[in-house]
């Protein structure tokens, strides 16, 4: 072996420290110490450093996601302000709907009611005043006897089901109300309507002249005869 290899470098840390006798005392930390402390001090540092931008990292992210957290929570707070702006106005037309389909629905029955109130024959059935009396024979029956010029009309609402010869009267017509109800109409006059048609009430059906001044009038119910004052309104 060479003389002149080069020996491995070896040193020591030494710590003196003076007594209180003034005497100076030295102590002496070998190399290995002194290597595997300066190792762990690096290590330590490592950790540190690496600890250090770890948090740091987190922190960033953190951060971050607080941010994003933020703004998703201003822009849910903004749909559901809009959602409830939206809410108030929808509101406000189920009402005014709600108004206007309970109007309609009162409208609609108020017009049903009236249907079915004009539907029954209890109207005068002519259009200006006359004497009355009560058939003595046979089925009921009320005889008006009506000046020149006054006009036979429907009691009610109805189809007319029949136009025809009758012996007494000279011509009959029955009209359907729809409801059960039936009016006859017995006079000489010229019938002015024909089978079928529907009629509203107040509609003319015979006109009054000199030679058929007597109107024959009967309200069937059910198919039977009933007094027609029952239902007549006289001042109608």
């Known amino acids: 072996m060479e003389q002149n290899a080069k020996r491995k470098s ?12 003034g005497v100076m005392k030295k ?3 070998n190399s290995t110490v002194v290597e595997v402390t300066a190792a ?18 987190i922190m960033r992210d953190a951060r971050k996601e607080i941010v994003n957290q933020i703004v998703t929570i201003n822009n849910l707070t903004d749909e559901n302000e809009a959602l409830s702006m939206e809410n108030v106005t929808l509101s406000s037309k189920v009402a005014v709907l709600s108004e206007t389909v309970s109007m309609k629905a009162e409208a609609e029955d108020a017009i049903s009611q009236e249907t079915i109130e004009n539907a029954l024959p209890k109207g005068f059935p002519l259009s200006g005043s006359a004497s ?31 136009v025809d010869v009758d012996e007494t009267y000279g011509t009959k017509i ?22 079928g048609e529907s009629l509203g009430k107040g509609y003319i059906l015979f006109s009054v002249k000199d030679d058929n001044q007597e109107l024959g009038y ?14 007549i309104d006289i001042n109608g």
Not at 134 to 152: K, Q, W
Not at 218 to 231: A, T, W
Request: aromatic letters at 8%; glycine letters at 8%.
């Open 40 to 57: 762990l001090l690096f290590v330590l540092v490592v950790v540190v450093i690496c600890k250090f931008v770890y948090d740091t990292i």
């Open 132 to 162: 009355m009396r009560e058939a003595e024979e046979g089925d009921p029956m009320l005889i008006f006897t009506a000046s020149s010029g006054v006009n036979v009309i429907t009691s009610g609402t109805g189809t007319v089901v029949s």
């Open 174 to 195: 029955v009209l359907d109300h729809g409801n059960g109800y039936q009016s006859v109409y017995r006079n000489n006059g010229t019938a002015l309507v024909k089978n």
């Open 10 to 21: 070896k040193y020591a840390l030494f710590l003196v420290r003076e007594k209180e006798n």
């Open 218 to 231: 009967q309200i069937i119910q059910n198919d039977e005869y009933i007094d027609p004052m029952i239902l």
């Open 27 to 29: 102590h002496q930390i």
